[in-house]
């Protein structure tokens, strides 16, 4: 049995007074311990909504409709409100995206950490400072001890999601979600923080579910990758497997949109539109509108996922060498 | 100079930050810093760099919605930063700007006919009313937009739609030039492609030249002409785009080159720690990247190098380019 296992997981939203809209159609997902996996789309495609979903963190009036979360035999769905709090926070953390949003202005970095540790461990506060500045210490903050006492508004971009970095790491995880961890820093320190989440990874055997709608971060950190379009996946498979030879249509035009791919002056690959609403959805796959290579076949059915794919026209491996 | 559709001549920009009324240091911080480009007709002058670079304050002193506080600006050879409103109106005909967030460069309440007809009846007031319209209608079809888009208000219409017509917007006054500021980051992967080929056909019919603002060097590499890479308030290298990414000059740029996520994956594994920016107020002496440069001596702490041209035409500040 995986670490982690999602099964058939289906979010729903009122809309009007009796109707309900879904923002996940039936998501399945398989986690081992360790492993690394990318999920990949664009806004409304359901990433984060996968992510709040596994710990219970859907807001109302969103509900999960149906489907489980089984997170070592134990399904995290069913778990009463404090049941559920020895597993969030403690045995699989998250950390946001925008750190200055997460963390608490108004408290030193040492209070934020010092209380995370104590609503999950019967701990000293000495023998909990001492493990907050050692936590500190390895995510490579500079002068850990005299940073416990800052207010996080005095650390730059970077350093706050460092600490934020720390705080998920000090109960020592066995699996972290990381949503879009950094999309709201600069190009240097997103490759810091990335090249930092990989190792401590690594190090620890951390499972990691990485957010994000850039390839070229989950290609460097990922092993595995979950294409999500419109609530459903629509690709899944090793990351450079896929990124190499996408199945899935919008896989491949997501790749083949990427600008480092096109030749200086000549034109990107385009798909066509735009993600239809949740609230609209065309019938069939959601993608066939925007597809060149449908029928009426994928305007009539959803294609299931088989061989990591959800299409009834797949790309095989020939024709996309050729 | 009679070549250069925009030159910029020692420009500076200094924000004056609060001080207590008391205090007789006045903390000064330098948004530009003699910044002297010249940008050709028809290119794409790309200017790339991390946030607080100094990049948007560029664009919007270039476009006059920031005086500078030194320095020249010219147009066409005509010298524009002293200039009153009224004798700047027939000149804000030929240069104009596209926003980083269609969400909220445009009016919420305003449709999209009164939108783009508002730049013509104020910069063209010898438009009559069906020339007004004639012209609104041309640009839709020129960025692709719906004529049935003119009675629709904003919320309506998706990001991608959004910047179609903040571009429009930019568009219906026949300008020469254009001031794209981050105008792609807001968009999703999908949609990014699409605004990107639209830019590049729009400069091919209509002979445009951009000033393409960015943080993303995978864009610059597909777009630009030349790139001018900026580094707190100075341009640190100024090269042709392809000459650029082939050799890169100025450590700064390296550092940045390396940061870039790359779809084959492996950059994360032997990071060098860049470091934090230095505080822009109390800038070192010397370089102003010499705090997270690995190739930093004693003479890079004490002189500032000056913007040089090397012997293959790349223009560096750093005393060690060759």
Known sequence: ?322 | MTDAIIETKGIEVRFPLPTHFLSRHKPVLHALNTVDIAIRPGESFCVVGESGCGKTTLGRTIMGLQPPTAGEIHFNGQRIDQMDEGARKPIRRDMQMVFQNPYASLNPRRNVFETLAEPVRHLMPEKTGPEVRAQVEDVLAATGCDPSWQRKLPHEFSGGQRQRIAIARALVTNPAFIVADEPISALDVSIQAQILNLLNDLQAERGLTYLFITHDLSVVEHFGTRVAVMYLGRVMELAETETLFAAPKHPYTRLLLDAIPKIEGGSFENLREPGELPDPVNMPPGCPFAPRCPMAEARCRAERPELRTLANGTEAACHFAQ
């Open chain 1, 1 to 322: 049995m995986a670490m982690l296992e999602i099964e058939d997981l289906h979010v729903a939203f009122p809309k009007g007074k009796k109707a309900e809209v879904e923002a996940l159609r039936g998501v399945n997902l398989k986690l081992e311990k360790g492993e690394r996996l990318g999920v990949v789309g664009e806004s409304g495609a359901g990433k984060s909504m996968l992510a709040f979903s596994i710990l219970n963190l859907i807001a109302e009036p969103g509900r999960v409709s149906q489907g489980s979360v089984v997170f070592h035999g134990e399904n995290l769905l069913e778990l009463s409100e404090r049941d559920i709090r020895g597993i969030r926070g403690n045995r699989i953390s998250m950390i946001f995206q925008d750190p200055m949003v997460t963390l608490n202005p108004v408290l030193t970095i040492g209070t934020q950490m010092v209380e995370t540790l104590k609503a999950h461990r019967k701990i000293s506060d000495a023998a909990a400072r001492k493990l907050c500045i050692a936590k500190l210490k390895e995510v490579a903050i500079p002068s850990a001890e005299s940073r416990l006492g800052a207010y996080p508004h005095e650390l730059s971009g970077g350093l706050r999601q460092r600490v934020v970095i720390a705080i998920a790491l000090l109960t020592d995880p066995e699996l972290i979600i990381a949503d879009e961890p950094t999309t709201a820093l600069d190009v240097t320190i997103q490759a810091e923080i990335m090249a930092l989440i990989l190792k401590l990874c690594r190090e620890k055997d951390v499972a990691l579910i990485l957010i994000t709608h850039d390839l070229g971060i989950v290609a460097e950190v990922t092993e595995r990758i979950m294409i999500m379009y419109a609530g459903l996946c629509v690709e899944t498979g090793p990351t450079h497997q896929i990124i190499q030879a996408p199945h899935h249509p919008y896989s491949a035009g997501l790749l083949k949109a990427l600008p480092q791919f096109a030749g200086r002056g000549t034109r990107l690959y385009q798909i066509p539109g735009s993600m239809p609403p949740i609230t609209a959805l065309p019938p069939g796959c959601a993608y066939h509108p925007r597809c060149e290579r449908a029928t009426e076949l994928c305007k009539a059915q959803i294609p299931p996922l088989e061989h990591g794919h959800a299409c009834f026209h797949p790309i095989d491996q020939t024709e996309a060498a050729s």
